[in-house]
């Protein structure tokens, strides 16, 4: 009887860390939603959205911020509005910045991959989520310049590099910065 006790012991603590995985990860779609609302209208908006990416990663780890992100995007794909503007729906993702919604889950995943190598040191932490992010930068670069081309005629690569990625990069940074002592800070009173 000993055994069947400890076996459903583990069935309900597996069962409630993963109510508690799947409360968190709604939380911060929660999150990275709100904080796209929060916008500066511009050809790519600045919005909080980036803090929120960076956030949850650091604060769900590389699986759950990854998994958060992508059902982020695709509950905007489904219609809710959750990006910039209240916009949702496939035809903002199939838009000029749609590729740097998408380009989000380089974030996650550039920092699950460190994770999963380095742990959580901060070193690693940092250096992923500006690799992550340069390659969503990336990403939606070549997806605005392809985009933006076939709809409103040719746009030169260092062009959409001046409108779409070197005015973000400042505040990208102090984002990351801001996501960091935040995360830490949220890190000495809860554990996630």
Sequence with gaps: MKGASTYQNKTVAKAAQHTRDLTYIALTVGLIS????????????????TFAVFASVLLLGGKRGTIAILCYILLGLAGAPVF?????????????????????LFVGLAYWLAETIFGKRLF???????IGLA??????????????GN???EISLASALTTCV????PVDALKLACALLLTKSIEKRIKL
């Design 34 to 49: 709100v904080c796209s609302w929060i916008s500066v209208p511009t050809i790519v908006p600045f919005t909080l959205q």
């Design 124 to 130: 690693a932490q940092i250096t992923s989520l500006v």
């Design 84 to 104: 910039s503007n209240m916009t949702g729906g496939v035809g903002v993702l199939a838009g000029p910045t749609g590729g740097y919604i998408i380009g989000f």
């Design 151 to 153: 709809s409103f005629g």
């Design 135 to 148: 390659v969503c930068y990336a990403f939606g670069t070549a997806w605005f310049v392809l985009v933006y």
């Design 166 to 169: 070197v005015p973000f990069i």
